[in-house]
T-cell receptor, first 113, second 113 residues
Framework: EDKVVQSPLSLVVHEGDTVTLNCSYE??????LLWYKQEKKAPTFLFML????IEKKSGRLSSILDKKELFSILNITATQTGDSAIYLC?????????????FGTGTRLKVLA | NAGVTQTPKFQVLKTGQSMTLQCAQD?????MSWYRQDPGMGLRLIHYSVGAGITDQGEVPNGYNVSRSTTEDFPLRLLSAAPSQTSVYFC????????????FGQGTRLTVV
């Protein structure tokens, strides 16, 4: 069965710290991995990764994919209180005829001032 | 550009009542889906559609119906609400499942008493 597992489940850091969030996957016919940030409302898109070793970067956030070891990491440097959110990773797949995105349960990040 | 519009934002139902959650997108996306999000469970797929007139079940379809008469609209019907359906519901759309990001509606917090 396809699955996406995120760790840690939750994390509390202070402003200015650097954090690394992990996402491992077992997905048949893997094509891509996506990262989302969810604050109080809907998840918002951060990155889509399709190739190993190529870092995607947006400001203080960056992400990379390792297709050999089947994982991705999301790094946030110089964290701010506005980074407090649930971070979700997802992989699209076709599983038993169902087309879907498989989501991890998320990492809840809290950044203290 | 409105993106994905989901209504209502909040709803309280009595056990046994029925209701429809509305979802509309204006991006001409073929793929639309409904998820429920429960604490510790992540996002779980209820139903999805790969185009007008085509729907299929996801992981947790029992108690829900969908239809897709147009590309834009994908309503979710609760047939006879149960307390186990208390959850946050998200509608999402994407151009396709593979290789594209999903856009989410703002969510509906449903409580069944």
């Amino acid at each position: 069965e396809d699955k996406v597992v995120q760790s840690p489940l939750s994390l509390v850091v202070h402003e200015g710290d650097t954090v690394t969030l992990n996402c491992s996957y077992e997905v048949t016919n893997f094509r891509s991995l996506l990262w989302y940030k969810q604050e109080k409302k809907a998840p918002t898109f951060l990155f889509m990764l399709t190739s190993s070793g190529i870092e995607k970067k947006s400001g203080r956030l960056s992400s990379i994919l390792d297709k050999k070891e089947l994982f991705s990491i999301l790094n946030i440097t110089a964290t701010q209180t506005g980074d407090s959110a649930i971070y979700l990773c997802a992989a699209p797949t076709r599983d038993s005829g169902t087309y879907k995105y498989i989501f991890g349960t998320g990492t809840r990040l809290k950044v203290l001032a | 550009n409105a993106g994905v519009t989901q209504t209502p934002k909040f709803q309280v139902l009595k056990t046994g009542q029925s209701m429809t959650l509305q979802c509309a997108q204006d991006m001409n996306h073929e793929y639309m889906s409904w998820y429920r999000q429960d604490p510790g469970m992540g996002l779980r797929l209820i139903h999805y559609s790969v185009g007008a007139g085509i729907t299929d079940q996801g992981e947790v379809p029992n108690g829900y119906n969908v239809s897709r008469s147009t590309t834009e609209d994908f309503p979710l019907r609760l047939l006879s609400a149960a307390p186990s359906q208390t959850s946050v519901y998200f509608c999402a759309s994407s151009y396709s499942v593979v290789g594209t990001e999903a856009f989410f509606g703002q969510g509906t917090r449903l409580t069944v008493v």
